[in-house]
C-alpha cells in the first residue's frame, strides 16, 4: 500500500492550498483517511480525519478554515486549506487506518506546507 501526497508549496498569509493524498494498494473499505501535521521541534498532530461515510472531526486550531473530504471510489482524501497561517507552516501527512476487525496503519511521505510573505 503507497500514500502519495501532493499539493504543499510556498503560500502567503491568507491564502489558500489544496492537498491531495492518493492510497494505490488493496485496503479494505472500511477506514478513517486523514491529514497530520509536524512542525520543526513538534510533535506530529491530528489535523482532520474522515470516515468513509463522510462524518469529520478537526483540530480546533484549523476549524473554520480547512475542509477534509474523500473519494471513495478514487481512495483519495483532500485537504482544502483557506484563511492559512504563519502557524500552520509544516510537513502534512495523509493517513489511512482501518477500522476493527481489519485494522492497518499507513502513512504517506509528506508535503511540506509553508505560509510566509
Known amino acids: 500500500v503507497q500514500l502519495q501526497a501532493s499539493g504543499g508549496g510556498l503560500v502567503q498569509p491568507g491564502g489558500s492550498l489544496r492537498l491531495s493524498c492518493a492510497v494505490s494498494g488493496s485496503i479494505s473499505g472500511n477506514n478513517v483517511m486523514g491529514w497530520y501535521r509536524q512542525a520543526p521541534g513538534k510533535q506530529r498532530d491530528l489535523v482532520a480525519v474522515?470516515?468513509?461515510?463522510?462524518?469529520?472531526s478537526y483540530a480546533d486550531s484549523v476549524k473554520g478554515r480547512f475542509t477534509i473530504s474523500r473519494d471513495n471510489a478514487k481512495n483519495t482524501v483532500y485537504l482544502q486549506m483557506d484563511k492559512l497561517e504563519p502557524g500552520d507552516t509544516a510537513v502534512y501527512y495523509c493517513?489511512?487506518?482501518?477500522?476493527?476487525?481489519?485494522?492497518?496503519?499507513?502513512w504517506g511521505q509528506g508535503t511540506q506546507v509553508t505560509v510566509s510573505s
Open positions: 493517513n489511512v487506518r482501518g477500522v476493527p476487525p481489519v485494522p492497518y496503519n499507513f
Open positions: 474522515t470516515s468513509r461515510g463522510g462524518s469529520t
